[in-house]
């Protein structure tokens, strides 16, 4: 008696308990409310999904996070969200990390991005090897005429988003490599918060997603934003017109633009809900369509090549 006692007590913890979860999670693959997280890089992306997203499905609310790539994975570590958009893999101990809590979060690659470098519109350079760029990443070039001795500049401001973003990390990690980032730096909180610095700036130069830098009255994704001037890159020592490359959609995927990313959803949805439903929408032909409309490079959606005479930026 004791024993079927004992027995009923712990069958009842355990309704209480997957009650309780239940409760807590009541999304389901089309319905029900969740937030997730995005590098804020991508937000001009991510919105447009979103959009069509809840358009097809009138019982899902998705409530973005636009923020840094760092806090994106901290709020995917404390399970505050179960959907992460990132440029990068999860780390071995972010990995470990989650094994530990049973979890094993899927890592999804949905488009390739580029890093644009923009200057303001009365700057006359057009041009900039990688090599350049990693001076000024790294302080040894500090001058616009130490880049062009017939510059009418002279001090030269660098521009990012802010410290955690996916762009100071790429500038880090895959520019300056071993040398110290350094030099006349400024971070703004965003991406649109750089462009507006640029524009009204001439000594500055700024560094931000592909993404954000496409003319929205341009179907055809062969124009940029109109308030900046885009730079074409080199990845050759000395940059030439025939040599450097803008961050148009063929340059990104032929691999011409030397500034190029992987991007991923980062999935930790062991339910298969609301967060899942949304990952099998956006790399469904509908929602890689949505990526090849923004101007980067879809991972699964053929691109038309077509031959660029850009004069204009």
């Known amino acids: 008696m004791k024993k079927f006692v004992i027995l009923i007590l712990a069958l009842l913890c355990f ?22 997280a995005a590098d804020e890089s991508f937000a001009p992306i991510v919105q447009q999904e979103l ?11 998705v409530v973005p996070k636009y923020v840094s790539e ?29 094994e530990s809590k049973k979890f094993f979060p899927k890592e999804i690659k949905i488009a390739t991005d580029g890093i644009a470098i923009i200057v303001n519109k009365n700057n006359t350079d057009s041009l900039l090897s990688v090599n350049d760029l990693r001076k000024i990443l790294t302080g040894k070039i500090r001058s616009w005429k130490s880049l062009d001795k017939s ?16 762009t100071v990390r790429y500038a880090i990690d895959s520019i300056c490599k071993e040398d110290c980032f350094t030099g006349n ?20 130069i700024g560094i931000i997603g592909a993404s954000w830098i496409g003319n929205k009255s341009d179907s ?46 980062i999935l930790n949805d062991p339910r298969g809900a609301l967060a899942s439903g949304l ?34 930026n």
């Open 185 to 204: 730096l400024r971070a703004q909180k965003n991406n649109a918060e750089v462009i507006d610095f640029v524009a009204n700036n001439p000594n500055a």
């Open 15 to 36: 309704s209480c308990r997957r009650e309780k979860e239940d409760t807590k999670h009541t999304d389901t693959f089309t319905t029900g409310v969740i937030a997730i």
């Open 51 to 61: 959009d069509v997203f809840e358009s097809m499905y009138t019982g899902a609310g």
């Open 70 to 98: 760092v806090e994106a994975i901290n709020l995917l570590l404390r399970d505050s969200v179960r959907f992460a958009i990132s440029t990068r893999r999860l780390t071995q101990k972010e990995k470990t990390y989650f």
């Open 151 to 166: 510059s009418k500049l002279d001090s030269l401001l660098l521009i990012f988003d802010n410290q955690n973003s996916s």
């Open 220 to 265: 055809t994704q062969l124009s940029f934003n109109e308030r900046v001037r885009v730079l074409a890159i080199s990845r050759e020592n000395m940059a030439t017109p025939e040599n450097s490359f803008k961050p148009y959609q063929a340059y990104l995927a032929l691999g011409k633009y030397p500034l190029t990313r992987n991007v991923y959803i």
């Open 279 to 312: 990952t099998s929408f956006m790399v469904s032909d509908k929602g890689q369509r949505i990526i090849l409309k923004t101007g980067i490079v879809p991972a699964t959606q053929t691109i038309r090549i077509v031959n660029i005479n850009d004069d204009s």
